[in-house]
C-alpha cells in the first residue's frame, strides 16, 4: 500500500524546498508530515510516539538552519523520522528497518543530512561539541552546531560530561531539549522533576512574559534595557524557582521553556539563537505521540505499538491457534518476581527500561525492591554493586548492546570486588530490526575476559528460570552473567520447577555416531542446532549436540569426552566470533593438545545490518540450514583425510 503525502510535502526533497514556503504554511506542512507518519507507521510499523512529539520542532530546524552545513544531531535516534523524511527519504520510507533498507536510526553512511549516528542515547552533546570545536580549528565560524536531546537521553551522564566542558569553551552549540517527561517508560529522577517545576511554574512564566513585554518596548532606548533584563531575570529564576538554574550554572545561555508544537514561534526563537554566540539550551515542552490521541494518552505503549488501524487504533495481533511460547523477557520478569519472594535479599535494577525488560512485573509487585534508575547503564551497575556490599543479591537487568556502557563499572566495581550482582542481558545476539546500534553481539566475548565473571545462556525458557534460580543462591556470590535473546522461547509450557544447575556444566541434546561430527551451541541459537541434526539425520548422518549452557567456565569433562569421541566439531553462537564461545572452545582443545577441526558459526567481525533475525542467522550462516551445510562440509573433508584445523 503506498502512502500518499500532502501536497507541500509531497513537494520537499530536500530542505532547500522546505524554504522556498511561507512561515504561515508550516502549520499545515507539520499537520501533513504527522499524517504521513501516522499512515507509515501503521502500516509498515516502527517507532511511533517520538517522532510525533518533534514534528513541528523538525520542520522549525531544517527551516531556519542551513542543513547539512549545519550540523544537527538527534538523540535519541527514534524522533528522527520527520528529519528523514525531509530531508529526501521519504520515498524510502516504507522500507524503514526492513532487511537492506532504511534504518530506523540517523546512520552517516545513509545521508548527508545524517550528522551522526545515534542509536543509544546522551551523546549528541558531546558530538555536537566536538564538531563545534573542530569548525573553530578550521575558521568556519558560519556554522552552527545544534544537538536535539530528549526521551530521557539528558539523564545520561554522557550528557552532563558534555555540558560541563562546553560551558568552558565557549563554541557555537545549540542544545534543544525536547522535554516530554518520557524515554520509553516514564523519566524518573531528580532531574525530571526540576524540569517539571520549570514548566509548571505559573508564576515564574507570568512574570518572566510581563518583563520581557514591559523592556522590549524600552529597547529604542539602548542595550540596556536588554542586559537589565538578563540580569533580573537571572535573580528571577533562582528567588521564584527557589534554586539557581541548572543549565546557566554550567555556563549554558537558558532559553525557556517553550511551547514544542507552535513552530512558528519557534522559527522566531531559532533565528534570533542563531545570532548569539557560545552554547545556549532552548528548553522545548512537547507531548510525546502529539496528534494521535491514543499515543498522548498511553506513551509507553504506543513508543513501538507494532502495526495498527489508524483510525480505531486496534493494534494488529496474531492470533494462535495453540500456546505460543512466552517471549523470555517475560519468563524473566515472571522468574524474578518468584524468586524475590521466596528470597528477600533480591533487588531489581534497570536503566529506564523496566517494561522493555520486563521488570515492572516485580515493580508493580515489590515497589521498595526495584529500581529505574534513568537512561544510565555505568549508575545501575555501580549501584547494584553498593547494594551487593550490604549483602542484597541485585538483578542488574540491561539490554546487551547498553551493557557495553557499563562495563568499566563492572570489572572495576563488580568483578575486582567479587560482588554478588546478577547480569541478566537483554536482547543479547541479533535483536532485528533495530539493527546494529542495537545488536547484542559482543557480551559472550566481553563477559569471559573478566576474572571471577560467570557467563552463562539459556537454551530455553527452562534453562534461563534455572541459571536465574542458581544465580542467586549463596554459593555463587560472585558475578554471574545470563544473556537471553529478543523474542520467543520455544517452550509453551514454560513454568517448570526451579532447579538448581551445577556451575561450568552443559548437557547432552543429542548423541551422535562416535567418529562423526559434535556440535557445541550456547544460548537459544542451540534450537536451530535441533532443527539442523533432525535434518542431517534424514540424510543418514548421525551428529552429536551439546548445549554447553556456560561460556565461562566450560564443562571441561564434557569437551574432553566430545573431543575423544568425535572427529570434528562445529561450534554456534549468536555473538561475535573474535573471542566468543567458540574461541574459547579452541583455546581449550589447544591447551590441552586436542587436535581436531573446528568450526566456528556466530556473528562475523563487520558491522551486520537490521533485518528479522531469521534473515540475519541466514546472512552469516547459522540459521538451521546454514549449520546442517557447515557439518555436511566439515564432514566431507574429515572424511578426505583433512585433519588441520578449519577456523570460519
Same mark, same amino acid.
Given at each position: 500500500m503506498i502512502v500518499e503525502p500532502g501536497?507541500?510535502?509531497?513537494?520537499?526533497?530536500?530542505?532547500?524546498?522546505?524554504?522556498?514556503?511561507?512561515?504561515?504554511?508550516?502549520?499545515?506542512?507539520?499537520?501533513?508530515?504527522?499524517?504521513?507518519?501516522?499512515?507509515?507507521?501503521?502500516?509498515? %510499523?516502527?517507532?511511533?510516539?517520538?517522532?510525533? %512529539?518533534?514534528? *513541528?520542532?523538525?520542520?522549525?530546524?531544517?527551516?531556519?538552519?542551513?542543513?547539512?552545513?549545519?550540523?544537527?544531531?538527534?538523540?535519541?535516534?527514534?524522533?528522527?523520522?520527520?528529519?528523514?523524511?525531509l530531508t529526501g527519504r521519504r520515498e524510502q520510507f516504507p522500507n524503514n528497518r526492513r532487511y537492506k533498507g532504511m534504518s530506523g536510526f540517523p546512520k552517516r553512511s545513509e545521508s548527508e543530512y545524517d550528522a551522526f549516528g545515534v542509536g543509544h542515547s546522551s551523546t549528541s552533546i558531546g558530538a555536537a561539541l566536538g564538531m563545534a570545536v573542530a569548525s573553530d580549528y578550521k575558521g568556519e565560524f558560519d556554522r552552527q552546531h545544534i544537538a536535539v536531546i530528549g526521551d530521557g537521553a539528558m539523564t545520561g551522564g554522557m550528557a552532563f560530561e558534555a555540558l560541563n566542558q562546553a560551558g568552558v569553551v565557549n563554541s557555537n552549540l545549540l542544545v534543544i531539549l525536547n522535554d516530554n517527561c518520557m524515554s520509553i517508560d516514564p523519566n524518573v529522577g531528580a532531574l525530571k522533576e526540576y524540569l517539571t517545576d520549570i514548566t509548571t511554574s505559573r508564576t515564574y512564566n507570568k512574570v518572566r512574559d510581563e518583563l520581557w513585554n514591559v523592556l522590549g518596548k524600552l529597547s529604542k532606548f539602548g542595550p540596556n534595557p536588554q542586559q537589565i533584563a538578563r540580569k533580573v531575570e537571572a535573580a528571577m529564576k533562582a528567588t521564584?524557582?527557589?534554586?539557581?538554574?541548572?543549565? *546557566?550554572?554550567?555556563?549554558?545561555?537558558?532559553?525557556?521553556?517553550?511551547?514544542?508544537?507552535?513552530?512558528?514561534?519557534?522559527?522566531?526563537?531559532?533565528?534570533?539563537?542563531?545570532?548569539?554566540?557560545?552554547?545556549?539550551?532552548?528548553?522545548?515542552?512537547?507531548?510525546? %505521540?502529539?496528534?494521535?490521541?491514543?499515543?498522548?494518552?498511553?506513551?509507553?505503549?504506543?513508543?513501538?505499538?507494532?502495526?495498527?488501524?489508524?483510525?480505531?487504533?486496534?493494534?494488529?495481533?496474531?492470533?494462535?491457534?495453540?500456546?505460543?511460547?512466552?517471549?523470555?523477557?517475560?519468563?524473566?520478569?515472571?522468574?524474578?518476581? *518468584?524468586?524475590?519472594?521466596?528470597?528477600d535479599k533480591i533487588m531489581g535494577v534497570t536503566p529506564a527500561m523496566p517494561s522493555g525488560s520486563s521488570l515492572n512485573i516485580m515493580m508493580a509487585a515489590l515497589p521498595a525492591r526495584t529500581f529505574d534508575v534513568g537512561i544510565a547503564e555505568q549508575h545501575a551497575v555501580t549501584f547494584s554493586a553498593g547494594l551487593a556490599t550490604q549483602g542484597l543479591v541485585p538483578f542488574c537487568n540491561v539490554y546487551s548492546t547498553f551493557m557495553q556502557r557499563g562495563y568499566d563499572q563492572v570489572i572495576h566495581d563488580v568483578a575486582l570486588q567479587n560482588l554478588h550482582v546478577v547480569f541478566c542481558l537483554d536482547r543479547a545476539g541479533?535483536?532485528?530490526?533495530?539493527?546494529?546500534?542495537?545488536?547484542?553481539?559482543?557480551?559472550?566475548?566481553?563477559?569471559?575476559?573478566?576474572?571471577?565473571?560467570?557467563?552463562?545462556?539459556?537454551?530455553?525458557?527452562?534453562?534461563?528460570?534455572?541459571?536465574?534460580?542458581?544465580?542467586?543462591?549463596? *554459593?555463587?556470590?560472585?558475578?554471574?552473567?545470563?544473556?537471553?535473546?529478543?523474542?520467543?522461547?520455544?517452550?509453551?509450557?514454560?513454568?517448570t520447577p526451579l532447579q538448581r544447575v551445577a556451575i561450568g556444566t552443559g548437557r547432552v541434546v543429542r548423541e551422535g555416531e562416535e567418529g562423526g561430527v559434535a556440535i557445541l551451541s550456547i544460548g537459544h541459537i542451540g534450537n536451530y542446532a535441533v532443527k539442523?541434526?533432525?535434518?542431517?539425520?534424514?540424510?543418514?548422518?548421525?551428529?552429536?549436540?551439546?548445549?554447553?549452557?556456560?561460556?565461562?567456565?566450560?564443562?571441561?569433562?564434557?569437551?574432553?569426552?566430545?573431543?575423544?569421541?568425535?572427529?570434528?566439531?562445529?561450534?554456534?553462537?549468536? %555473538?561475535?566470533?573474535?573471542?566468543g564461545f567458540g574461541s574459547a572452545v579452541l583455546e581449550f582443545l589447544t591447551d590441552h593438545g586436542f587436535h581436531l577441526p573446528v568450526v566456528r558459526l556466530g556473528i562475523p567481525d563487520r558491522v551486520v545490518e537490521h533485518g528479522t533475525q531469521d534473515e540475519l542467522y541466514k546472512e552469516c550462516g547459522f540459521d538451521a540450514a546454514g549449520i546442517a551445510q557447515a557439518v555436511r562440509e566439515l564432514g566431507t573433508k574429515v572424511a578426505a583425510g583433512t585433519r588441520a584445523t578449519v577456523l570460519r
Open positions: 501536497p507541500l510535502l509531497a513537494a520537499i526533497d530536500s530542505p532547500d524546498d522546505l524554504k522556498k514556503l511561507a512561515p504561515e504554511q508550516l502549520v499545515q506542512l507539520s499537520t501533513e508530515l504527522r499524517d504521513f507518519i501516522i499512515d507509515s507507521v501503521s502500516i509498515y %510499523g516502527g517507532h511511533f510516539g517520538a517522532s510525533l %512529539g518533534v514534528v *513541528e520542532l523538525t520542520v522549525a530546524l531544517h527551516y531556519v538552519f542551513n542543513t547539512p552545513h549545519d550540523q544537527l544531531i538527534w538523540d535519541v535516534g527514534h524522533q528522527a523520522y520527520g528529519h528523514k523524511i521564584l524557582l527557589k534554586q539557581s538554574n541548572l543549565f *546557566e550554572a554550567l555556563k549554558f545561555r537558558y532559553f525557556g521553556p517553550v511551547d514544542g508544537h507552535d513552530v512558528q514561534h519557534l522559527v522566531t526563537i531559532l533565528n534570533d539563537l542563531k545570532s548569539i554566540p557560545g552554547p545556549k539550551l532552548l528548553h522545548c515542552v512537547t507531548v510525546k %505521540g502529539k496528534g494521535y490521541a491514543l499515543a498522548e494518552k498511553d506513551q509507553t505503549l504506543w513508543h513501538f505499538p507494532g502495526l495498527f488501524d489508524k483510525i480505531t487504533g486496534e493494534i494488529s495481533k496474531k492470533t494462535p491457534d495453540k500456546p505460543q511460547p512466552p517471549k523470555y523477557q517475560d519468563v524473566f520478569g515472571h522468574t524474578l518476581l *518468584e524468586l524475590a519472594q521466596a528470597n541479533f535483536v532485528g530490526a533495530d539493527g546494529p546500534t542495537h545488536h547484542g553481539c559482543y557480551d559472550l566475548a566481553y563477559m569471559r575476559c573478566i576474572p571471577n565473571m560467570v557467563v552463562s545462556a539459556p537454551m530455553n525458557e527452562q534453562e534461563l528460570r534455572n541459571l536465574m534460580y542458581t544465580a542467586q543462591l549463596p *554459593e555463587n556470590a560472585g558475578p554471574f552473567s545470563i544473556r537471553y535473546p529478543r523474542g520467543e522461547g520455544v517452550m509453551p509450557q514454560w513454568r539442523a541434526t533432525a535434518t542431517l539425520a534424514a540424510e543418514g548422518l548421525n551428529t552429536g549436540h551439546y548445549d554447553m549452557r556456560f561460556c565461562k567456565p566450560l564443562d571441561e569433562e564434557m569437551l574432553r569426552d566430545v573431543a575423544r569421541r568425535y572427529r570434528a566439531i562445529v561450534t554456534v553462537e549468536d %555473538g561475535c566470533l573474535p573471542g
